[in-house]
């Protein structure tokens, strides 16, 4: 069953298609579900093998065509094996997200460097590639739109968040540059800073996940998507998710050290 009315971004069914990375679960499949509730076709794009199922799946329930790739973007030249893969197979997207994502909460020195090398390839490279190559594509057809996962941890310079939120940061000012590059061209970038989601990427249990909820301290996974994707059709540059979020960004970009000593100290047992 649709989870949204009559609303912005709806194209007629099944004649658009639109692309969303890291898709298989959490916000990705909320961004693949609620673009095809608004008419899209989608490709769902994954490491993780369920995407073709859920790719079956959204496909049955709203009536549009899901195709599942299972592909790990975070690797040397994926971006570019995935646009010449569409390419050649007749593929035009309208919409792309680019969702997928690593998280990691630990001391740089503790990171293992695969990791460290897999984060950044993903967020960074492949996220720019991916906007270099299918932005190029929609500028060439007057109209596109481009939706970039940052996060609201850019404003928080926190101990084991220093891999992960300037990987984000990156994100933003990449975003926010190249949405000024594209103007006049009918193409749109936007990037959205959420603060926590109430999902499995921060290895949270599904307690501490719905007192989240309950607290307003974690956002639906649904809410999320929705308001990301009605920014960007918008066609606004950045968007961070609920005001109160918005209200707390000085106070954490500036977070004196003896608050932020104890709170390292409690939070030391979560890094790994």
Same mark, same amino acid.
């Given at each position: 069953?649709?989870?949204?009315? =009559?609303? $912005?971004?709806?194209? @007629? $069914?099944?004649? %658009?298609?639109?692309?969303? &990375?890291?898709? @298989? =679960?959490?916000?990705?499949?909320?961004?693949?579900?609620?673009? @095809?509730?608004?008419?899209?076709?989608?490709?769902?794009?994954?490491?993780?093998? *369920?995407?073709?199922?859920? /790719?079956?799946?959204?496909?049955?329930?709203? @009536?549009? &065509?899901?195709?599942?790739?299972?592909?790990?973007?975070? &690797?040397?030249?994926?971006?570019?094996?995935?646009?010449?893969?569409?390419?050649?197979?007749?593929?035009?997207?309208?919409?792309?997200?680019?969702? *997928?994502?690593?998280?990691?909460?630990?001391?740089?020195?503790?990171?293992?460097?695969?990791?460290?090398?897999?984060?950044?390839?993903?967020?960074?490279?492949?996220?720019?590639?991916?906007?270099?190559?299918?932005?190029?594509?929609?500028?060439?057809?007057?109209?596109?739109?481009?939706?970039?996962?940052?996060?609201?941890?850019?404003?928080?310079?926190?101990?084991?968040? /220093?891999?992960?939120? %300037?990987?984000?940061?990156?994100?933003?000012?990449?975003?926010?540059?190249? %949405?000024?590059?594209?103007?006049?061209?009918?193409?749109?970038?936007?990037?959205?800073?959420?603060?926590?989601?109430?999902?499995?990427?921060?290895?949270?249990?599904?307690?501490?996940?719905?007192?989240?909820?309950?607290?307003?301290?974690?956002?639906?996974?649904?809410?999320?998507? $929705?308001?990301?994707?009605? %920014?960007?059709?918008?066609? $606004?540059?950045?968007?961070?998710?609920?005001?109160?979020?918005?209200?707390?960004?000085?106070?954490?970009?500036?977070?004196?050290?003896?608050?932020?000593?104890?709170?390292?100290?409690?939070?030391? =047992?979560?890094? =790994?």
């Amino acid at each position: 069953m649709c989870f949204c009315n =009559k609303r $912005r971004g709806e194209v @007629a $069914r099944g004649k %658009a298609w639109a692309m969303v &990375t890291g898709s @298989a =679960k959490g916000i990705g499949r909320q961004y693949a579900e609620r673009l @095809a509730c608004l008419g899209y076709n989608v490709y769902m794009v994954d490491c993780d093998p *369920a995407i073709v199922t859920e /790719a079956r799946i959204i496909a049955e329930q709203h @009536a549009v &065509t899901c195709v599942g790739r299972v592909m790990d973007l975070a &690797t040397e030249g994926a971006a570019r094996q995935l646009h010449d893969d569409t390419v050649a197979e007749g593929y035009e997207f309208d919409v792309v997200v680019n969702n *997928a994502g690593i998280f990691s909460f630990c001391d740089i020195l503790n990171t293992p460097l695969e990791r460290i090398e897999r984060l950044l390839l993903l967020h960074d490279l492949t996220l720019t590639s991916m906007c270099r190559l299918y932005g190029e594509d929609m500028v060439k057809r007057g109209k596109g739109r481009i939706l970039n996962m940052s996060s609201y941890s850019i404003w928080m310079p926190f101990p084991g968040l /220093a891999l992960y939120s %300037a990987s984000k940061a990156y994100v933003k000012s990449f975003t926010e540059a190249f %949405a000024k590059e594209l103007r006049k061209t009918g193409v749109t970038v936007t990037a959205i800073c959420p603060a926590g989601i109430a999902t499995d990427l921060y290895g949270l249990s599904k307690d501490l996940q719905r007192f989240g909820l309950k607290t307003g301290i974690l956002m639906s996974p649904k809410s999320c998507a $929705r308001r990301g994707l009605n %920014a960007m059709f918008k066609g $606004r540059r950045v968007v961070v998710p609920d005001w109160w979020f918005r209200l707390l960004i000085p106070i954490c970009k500036y977070l004196p050290g003896f608050l932020i000593r104890p709170l390292r100290s409690f939070t030391m =047992k979560w890094q =790994k």
